[in-house]
């Protein structure tokens, strides 16, 4: 089994929304939420310590999202915003719980923030042997932090202490912020987001596109200088009857393909087959579809080095809303033999479940916190 890095998960966001303990497995959290809200909120789970030991995820990216007051849902989506001090606030409280889900739990998570953090978890996920390790042998699974929308930013003068405790990617947008356009709600760049991308190239930050509208995509890809990635996008053009601004068009692609960039590709129904509702068949959707979003993204760049895998799992969705093959994370593992039929070699899907991903981090990664 090749190990795999999620370039997406919610885990804060779920954590302090419906209080889900990841250290558990997703059957434990499925069944303490059984006469509960929480699935016709969000779904069941996906997500457990035991599910990424079963799937050899050695690497998440775990979210800081809050979303504005205009997108709240009911009163139990609590973590919404009205001003940047308030997102910034929330954001501020997740970080801490990833701090402390690491540090009441060292043996199953450890943050990733440098790149010897990186070589620690990942050499002890490379000496796996090719059976399940034993639980006392288990390695712990690698939290990298990504800010989802950067409205908890005031002032691009605050990006420097995120820097320091912890964050190492920033996506500008989830719907439309103060600093481009996003998901529904279109629009370019704005200057406050040139001055964002200036400060966040000055320090480093990784770049993500994800949901950010096309055209202030187009701008960020011909102004920034740093690292640019789309953590949790699908392709456009196999979505024909989409027409939102949410899949990313072959413009984007290409450029980010030229960027030496990475896209990880979600799972999720609706972002696989155009018309998908949550209470619809989900045997109709399959992980083929997923594959075909891989085998595109690799045909447009001749080779296996742009594509990764971005579930978004418990983003707002859970299990009635994958594939019909994915009862949890560990069922990603099923693509290498999806992949195989379809000609790719094991490097190939290596670099798929993961290697893309640790590329990027490798060259990234600061050497000091």
């Known amino acids: 089994m090749m190990f795999i890095i999620d370039s997406h998960e919610d885990l804060a966001w779920n954590m302090a929304t419906f209080g889900r303990d990841y250290t558990l497995a997703a059957a434990q959290t499925r069944a303490r939420e059984h006469d509960t809200e929480t699935p016709a909120r969000n779904g069941d789970t996906l997500l457990g310590w035991p599910d990424y030991q079963r799937g050899r995820v050695a690497i998440v990216f775990g979210t800081l999202f809050a979303a504005p007051k205009r997108a709240q849902e009911g009163e139990w989506d609590w973590l919404c915003y009205l001003t940047s001090d308030q997102a910034h606030t929330i ?23 440098t790149i010897g953090d990186l070589g620690k978890v990942l050499d002890q996920w490379d000496s796996l042997p090719n059976e399940h390790p034993h639980p006392a042998e288990a390695p712990p699974v690698g939290l990298v932090v990504l800010m989802e929308g950067a409205e908890g930013v005031r002032d691009p003068s605050e990006l420097e202490d ?29 200057p406050e987001g040139y001055a964002l991308l200036e400060g966040m190239a000055d320090i480093g930050f990784t770049l993500d596109l994800s949901h950010m509208d096309v055209k202030a995509a187009l701008q960020s890809l011909d102004f920034y200088p740093g690292d640019i990635v789309a953590t949790h996008a699908n392709a456009a053009a196999l979505l024909k009857d989409d027409e939102s601004n949410r ?53 447009m760049a001749g080779d296996a080095r742009h594509v990764g895998i971005g579930t978004d799992f418990d983003g707002g969705f859970g299990l009635q809303s994958v594939p019909a093959e994915i009862d949890t994370i560990a069922d990603i593992q099923k693509l290498a033999l999806l992949l195989a039929e379809k000609g790719y070699s094991d490097p190939d899907i290596a670099a798929i479940l993961g290697g893309n991903w640790r590329s990027l981090l490798e060259r990234t990664l600061p050497e000091v916190p």
Not at 91 to 113: E, G, N, T, V
Not at 250 to 261: F, K, N, P, Q, Y
Not at 279 to 291: I, K, P, Y
């Open 162 to 190: 995120w820097r320091r405790r912890g964050v190492r990617l920033i996506g500008p947008a989830w719907r439309g912020t103060r600093f481009c356009g996003g998901t529904r709600e279109p629009g370019p760049l704005t």
């Open 91 to 113: 954001y501020s409280a997740q970080l801490d719980s990833y701090h402390r889900l690491c540090d009441d739990h060292p043996d199953k998570f450890r943050l990733i923030r």
């Open 247 to 299: 899949p990313l068009p072959d413009t984007v692609i290409r450029r980010l393909i030229e960027r030496d960039g990475v896209i990880g590709v979600i799972p999720f129904n609706s972002f696989l087959m155009p018309g998908w509702k949550r209470g619809d068949d989900r045997r109709a959707v399959t992980l083929r579809h997923l594959v075909a979003h891989i085998d595109y993204i690799c045909q």
